[in-house]
């Protein structure tokens, strides 16, 4: 570990049925939300906009199966809450859980000497209103790369700070991204599929970005 970093808490926590999962990310949130509203940390409502409090539970389904992820105070609460259910219910019926498994780690964050690189689990939501236009206004690739290189480092100065950690120096990353547009909600929304290098450590499974408390932006270190 470099004297740079700081350690977090994770807790990765996954649940399967007899049947195949067929829920998303943001029916598991509904279902810890509702059957356990007094914990904030389980439905923060302020993940929608670029300036939020970094959530520290987020839901994520991959390769159809449910994954929980809580750091620090969050993982303390999930750890609570492991054997306190035994469905989770969903809007087509209830998912029987009959095996569930917890993973504890210490993790390192936070910058680097060496270079890392990552990919995305899912797609990541880059771009709020005002960069979005600066990002259609031109044509230029490199301007484009720019603006979502200098969006991922604003997305890793958000969790620092929610941490409690003060990056010593400057972050220096590069991405190689796949433009794509989805409907969510019955709603359009620019997303990006690849991959970025950074001289920053990152837990897998923690997602960036906007939406991150669905699942959105969950990135994992490529290990080579």
């Known amino acids: ?5 700081i350690k977090l808490k994770t807790l990765e926590m996954t649940f399967e049925g ?3 999962f067929r829920g998303d990310a943001n029916q598991i949130r509904g279902f810890f939300a509702s059957k356990f509203n007094e914990y904030d940390q389980l439905h923060n409502h302020n993940t929608d906009s670029f300036y939020y409090r970094y959530p520290l539970v987020q839901y994520k389904v ?3 199966i449910p994954i929980i992820v809580g750091v620090n ?3 303390e609460i999930l750890k609570g809450l492991f054997d306190k259910f035994d469905t989770v219910t969903l809007p087509h019926g209830d998912f029987e859980i009959t095996e569930r498994s917890m993973r ?4 390192d964050f936070g910058l680097t000497k060496g270079i890392y690189f ?3 689990l899912t797609p990541w939501l880059a771009l709020n209103k005002e960069n979005e236009e600066k990002f259609f206004e031109t044509s230029n690739s490199g301007e484009q790369k720019e603006i979502l290189r200098r969006t991922l480092i604003g997305n890793l100065l958000s969790m620092s700070k929610t941490f ?3 990056v010593p120096d400057t972050i220096k990353c590069d991405v190689d991204m796949e433009l794509r547009r989805s409907k969510y909600k019955g709603m359009d929304f620019i997303s990006f599929n690849g991959g970025f290098m950074a001289n ?3 837990p897998d499974f923690l997602g960036i970005g906007k939406g991150v408390a669905k699942g959105f932006g969950t990135v994992r270190m490529i290990r080579f």
């Not at 570990?1 to 970093?5: R, T």
């Open 164 to 166: 409690g950690y003060t």
């Open 104 to 107: 504890i780690k210490k993790q």
């Open 118 to 120: 990552y990919e995305f």
């Open 62 to 64: 991959l390769d159809r």
């Open 73 to 75: 105070e969050g993982a």
């Open 18 to 20: 007899t049947e195949e």
């Open 200 to 202: 920053f450590l990152i």
């Open 1 to 5: 570990m470099n004297p740079e970093n």
